[in-house]
């Protein structure tokens, strides 16, 4: 099993992001240091819009995520809806 | 009466193909509108398969990186109004930021330059964005650092350092080197070796740790340069793999540049490695570790991947893993000892700082260079402190010291051999793959042995302790009160 990873700037426009992306992976885990929280999952990890906006009580297009996004490892699929992190190639 | 037809709407990556990957327009000679993509032996045969993630459209572009600005700018300039400066874990921190600005910043430039290049040669938008990102980067480290330089020492004359220094040649050569490859190589180079294992380490790990240690101007900067940086690996990758799934025949090309700069990059990452194990008063993770995160643990996965495509992990690369428990500590002993002539302040790492590098690299600190670092200190203290005067010699690829080379006998030496002085096998390798090249550059290096600090810049050299620095800082923070 290999890990897929996501880190954002600690923020309040990331705040919503990350909390979305920690109820709708259940195996994720956040680590904190400062300015900084990388988000770990085993194999893949999802970012749903819908779960985003549901968070933030508004509409949010996933490349707002940009602004705050720092790093990730893994390959990336993405549409307007859902951003996926995935070592299946 | 006409009928309005509906379409289905297109998602994000439809939207981008459909404008921009088809105009109906078929260059008719585009060996003669592209002639620099013939010029590397990589084959295409069909562009419209290149894969570009995370791409924005032009107008998504700016928006995007204008409301990084925005946020980054709302930072450095609180930061500065608020006289920052003075909340530094420490004086000795401020030396990390002069040798991102000295080292890593003028790379960003060059890389500008470089993708700015490829944009054209290769007919890329993907590249031009990248490009723009990187004079981004190069500007918003200027700026965040520029605040420090008001204060503190070893920041103003970095471009003069970066071009003449010998410590900084290690990433002049580097910048150099990609600044006259060819656009499929700048591209893979960014690929599996800048991004990462430069990018990946210090404008992550190392710029949360700034930001520990009081810096959030520099911090968010790094941070903020990242977010960019991203778009540029998931898209660095893509390239990769659409270059060996064109042709059979650009596999062993790309393989051969995924071990040069893979290993160039490792070399370079050398001067992270003391910014995050020496220069940070409040200490973070280790190199190591952040090594094992952000460079191996990713690589390795992402090399998993491409096995089917015929790919390899580099040919250096266990030589590259194994080298991560010492090269920090190696790193900072030779600063130290050449301290006379460097842009920055170096010392002896005090007690609670050996405990704690002890504990980060056990089986190598203490038995090879905790005793070294306690006789330093044993020298300073005592007025003894290493005085080497003359450079040393550097590995005519990489331009890191040559182990075991130091002193006007072996500067003889290396002169008839005409730069040709090696610090590993890796290095010989790459040197070898283009002699004609690096010997141009190993030709440069002899004038930087000869180039030395304007005695009007003595106070940028030398031990922190009883430094211009050490003392404003002392002076300032006991005069301002601070609760």
Redesign the interface.
Known sequence: MSNVFIAFQVNEESRPVVDAILADNPNATAVYSPGLVKIDAPNSLVIKRESIEEQLGQRYDLQQMQVNLVTLSGHIDEDDDQFTLSWNH | MDTTVKHPAM???QRTQALTHDLAWQVSQPDAVFPARSLEGIRIHDWSALRQ??Q?SVE?YWK?QG??DK?LYAITDAFAQNNGQLGLSDARFANAIKLLLQAFSPIEYSAHRACARAARQLGLTTVAFQAADHLRHNQLEIHATSHFNKYFNGMHSYTEWFDHHWMLSVAKSYADDLLSAGPFEVMVAMAVGYNPVIC?TL???Y???A??NGD?ST??AG??A??D???H??AG?AWVEFLVQQDPANVPLVQAWIDKWFWRSVRLSSLVGVMQDYMLPFH?HSWQEIWTT?VQ??LQ?IF??WKPLGLTLPSNWAQACEQQAHVSHQTWLRLCRYSAGLPLHVWAPNASALDWLSQKYPGTFDAMFRPHLMGLAHQIAHGQRPQETTAPVLCGTCQLPVPGMAGSAALAQAKNLQGRCFCSLPCQHIFNLDADKHSAQAASSAQRHSWALPASQAADGGLFDGSQDEHNFEEWNGGAQHP
């Open positions: 998602n994000r990556n993630p995370l924005p998504q995007v409301d990084k946020r990946n404008y992550v790990s710029m949360s740790a930001a520990d959030m911090s968010s941070l903020t990242q977010s940086k991203v778009r690996q998931a990758l973070s952000y643990q990713p996965q998993e991947t």
